[in-house]
């Protein structure tokens, strides 16, 4: 028997394992995981840089949480005003700057995580 037959005859025996059990290629090794809503991101800090510019640091359990999350929202609210999403970052930040801070303002933040299954609970809040 030749290499190449024998690889082939493997694929062919991996293949046929759902339907070999009386099972369908959903109820066997091919059957997608569901994907969850993320946890929220904790321990959002906020740093001013100047009158203009706040940096922001939050952390995620990359261990528990990386395979759902898709990239983190960020929502600024400035003085008594409403919240409003300002940024959308890759998954794999967890700093973002906000360089349109008005001058003599404070600002509260928060950040989310999301995915195609939705938009995780807010983090704690921090103003700076």
């Known amino acids: 028997m030749n290499i190449k037959w024998k690889k082939w005859a493997v694929l062919a025996l ?17 059957k997608p995981e569901e994907i969850q809503i ?26 528990s949480n990386s395979p759902y999350v898709a990239g983190f929202h960020v929502y600024r609210k400035c003085g008594d005003g409403e919240y409003e999403l300002i940024a959308d970052t890759d998954r794999f930040d967890k700093f973002f700057t906000d360089k349109n801070v ?23 809040e921090e103003s700076a």
């Open 102 to 124: 008005p001058p003599g303002v404070t600002c509260t933040y928060y950040v989310t995580a999301y995915n195609s299954a939705g938009e995780s609970e807010p983090s704690n």
């Open 38 to 63: 993320p946890l929220a991101p904790s321990n959002l800090g906020a740093t001013r840089l100047s009158c203009t510019e706040i940096e922001l640091s939050w952390s995620c359990n990359l261990l």
């Open 14 to 30: 991996f293949l046929s394992v759902p339907f070999l059990s009386g099972g369908t290629m959903e109820e066997g090794c091919f």
